[in-house]
């Protein structure tokens, strides 16, 4: 498939430097039952927006971030002086090592009888609470460093340096900007008609996502009689921002009669979306339309001046132009 798109993609721009008619490839405009789509709008907020807080107390001793910094997961954001924390693990850990030692002595003394087994068992108590005390105060040490729990952009500070904090004491604010929620309210009769994990293009401020569906929540709004739907999507590096509006189309769960055309048809030209037919001169002629619905590899449209048995452009559609010469060559 690949090798005959490349094979008409460079006929056609040879032709076209000739003056010669470029080569498409059309198919016949359908007529089908299709429920149509509506468009809802909606608000996209983070996947995940953490407030970082400190874990122990302690003076704020090093800062490592601006506002706005992209960050990955694990960076020391802010250290807690840890000074006289850093003193007693230093010296449980030479208590623990001294402890081992002289369990694994013990151990060697307790095959030959030169030990009872209280001494023994004395010893190896020893060994195991010193290597406790020593975790035990290596994870308050950890503690004292706090660190970016994902990649993501730190969007808040709230401390200083030098400034005492408590445990609780919040120090940051960071989103994971590469996944976000999006949150539509719905009527009943598109509600019904979603299906968890299917994938919709949504807009947001230009940017298109595709947009998971991860749930919709049956609690209705009294008012509005809608109900909210959520998508999980990447926005990658898409420039987007936490209360943005977001825009999707959705099925009614009603039919009507719309005139179908293979999905490739339809292209973007001008900031819009059109077809091309081929005319009785064997001449390409530009119509906006709108999209109706999806289906699978096809697509449900109307426009003005489309007709059931017309020939629409399915590939090749990308290189031509309005009232350029045509050839078709699947016919």
């Known amino acids: 498939m690949f090798k005959k798109l490349f ?85 449980a850990r030479a208590n623990a090592l001294s402890a081992k030692k002289d369990y694994e002595r013990y151990s060697k003394l307790l095959e030959t009888k030169s030990v009872s087994q209280k001494q023994y068992d004395d010893m190896k108590l020893k060994s195991i609470t010193t290597q406790s005390t020593l975790n035990e105060l290596e994870i308050q040490k950890d503690k004292k460093s706090i660190k970016a729990p994902y990649n993501g952009i730190v969007v808040d500070k709230k401390i200083n340096l030098g400034e005492w904090v408590n445990a609780g004491t919040a120090l940051a604010t960071m989103v994971d900007t590469s996944k976000a929620e999006i949150t539509f309210n719905v009527p009943l009769d598109i509600y019904n008609g979603l299906k968890k994990g299917d994938i919709y293009e949504i807009n947001v401020g230009g940017n298109i996502l595709k947009g998971k569906l991860n749930g919709a929540i049956p609690s209705g709004d009294k008012l509005t009689r809608t109900f909210p739907v959520k998508f999980k999507a990447n926005t990658d590096d898409k420039f987007v921002f936490d209360g943005q509006e977001a825009k999707v189309n959705l099925s009614k769960n009603a039919k009507q009669e719309a005139l179908i055309v293979p999905r490739d048809s339809v ?51 990308e290189r031509i132009f309005p009232n350029s010469p045509v050839k078709i060559i699947n016919k």
């Open 267 to 317: 292209i973007k030209r001008f900031g819009q979306n059109i077809v091309f037919i081929i005319d009785d001169k064997m001449s390409a002629m530009m119509i906006p339309v709108q999209i109706i619905a999806y289906l699978g590899d096809k697509i449900a449209i109307q426009g003005q001046g489309l007709a059931v048995g017309q020939d629409v452009v399915s590939k090749g559609n």
């Open 7 to 91: 094979i008409l993609m460079f006929s056609s721009l040879a032709l076209f430097a000739a003056g010669a008619p470029s080569l498409v490839e059309t198919a016949k405009i359908t007529k089908g039952e299709v429920n149509p789509l509506q468009e809802f709008v909606g608000t996209l907020k983070f996947d995940k927006n953490s407030v970082l807080a400190a874990q122990n107390s302690g003076v704020v001793k090093n800062i490592n971030f601006e506002v706005g910094d992209k960050v990955k997961k694990g960076k020391v954001l802010v250290q807690i002086d840890a000074d006289l924390l850093n003193a007693q693990v230093e010296s």
